[in-house]
């Protein structure tokens, strides 16, 4: 099968609606196809990924965990937008730290959040082929 | 590679057309459906910020979703197009990829 | 061109299972293809045969199945989602001990490769949501 430029765009906050955690389900589903994957995290997308989620008191199961393993599936574009971080009072240390291993390079652990402006994630979205909103 | 952003929400509501105007690149198209249509009246809070939007960019009304609201096509913002379910398939053939800013 | 459409949003409560109908029927009357029409989150409730509008309403998941028959278009929900949501074929309704099924005619339901698969074989994937 072919292989395609594959952009997931996260814009909610988790938990409030089904949209997060059904769009990992579909992120995983895509890496299992073998294609060029890349997630985009703008607007309130990037309360997804913020570390110390604690879902005790809303009854919800808390999936922040899954994101860490985007990774072993060779998910390692995460783009978060600085501009959308900084309008919440958010920095990248409030972010959850998101890895993979390089199998080329000795399975070194290297980042998979890559910071971008607005603008860099303007061109980001304009190379992908198929782009699902959620 | 242009690209056809399809916006569905209010720009007096939610963030999401402000966003995709933040995002959309010249040559790109923007096409307004559902709630988004009544951003295409002139003379609102938001009417400049997509007035500075149509100098690179080509911006479309879905025309029935603007009457269902209500309002007439002769009070957009001058160069908006309005289009009907066909040109709406038309606009997502002659760009080469659609973002629906949901 | 071969169009792959999503549709995220379950009828009545939302516009876009409304605008993603009338948008395949314009892209059928334009004679391009639908490669699929993939239904997740509460778009799956576009596939019940239970619902019971008033009579002066449209009824759109049987004017999905009647488009489906008329183009032989391939309707699919998503299978996690529609579990979570319980709208069931019969087979999965046996499977999962059930007593009853509500999938209307011309939809089926199936994985997410599904989705992912349109996007890759389709020239154009559209989505509606909120």
Known sequence: MATKKFMFVNRKAPYGTAYALESLEVVLISAAFEQDVSLAFIDDGVYQITKGQDTTGIGQKNFSNTYKALGDYEVNKLYVEKESLEERGLTQDDLMDLVWEDEDEDWTEKPSIIMVSRSEMADVMAEQEVTLSF | ?102 | MKFTIMVNEGPYQHQSADSALQFARAVLAQGHEIFRIFFYHDGVNNGTRLSVPPADDRLIQKEWSELAKEHDLDLVICIAAAQRRGIMDEDEAKRQGLDANNIIEGFRISGLGQLIEGGIEADRTVVFGD
Not at chain 2, 72 to 83: N, Q
């Open chain 2, 1 to 102: 590679m242009a690209m056809l952003h399809i916006v569905n929400k209010s720009p007096f509501e939610k963030v999401a057309f402000r966003s995709c105007l933040n995002h959309a690149k010249a040559g790109d198209s923007i096409l307004m459906i559902e709630d988004a249509t009544v951003g295409a009246i002139d003379g609102t809070s938001f009417s400049e910020k997509l007035k500075a939007a149509l100098a690179d960019k080509s911006v479309y009304v879905l025309g029935g979703d603007l009457a269902a609201r209500g309002l007439s096509e002769d009070r957009m913002i001058d160069g908006i197009k309005a289009v009907d379910y066909a040109g709406f398939v038309d606009l997502t053939v002659e760009n080469e990829t659609t973002q629906s800013w949901l």
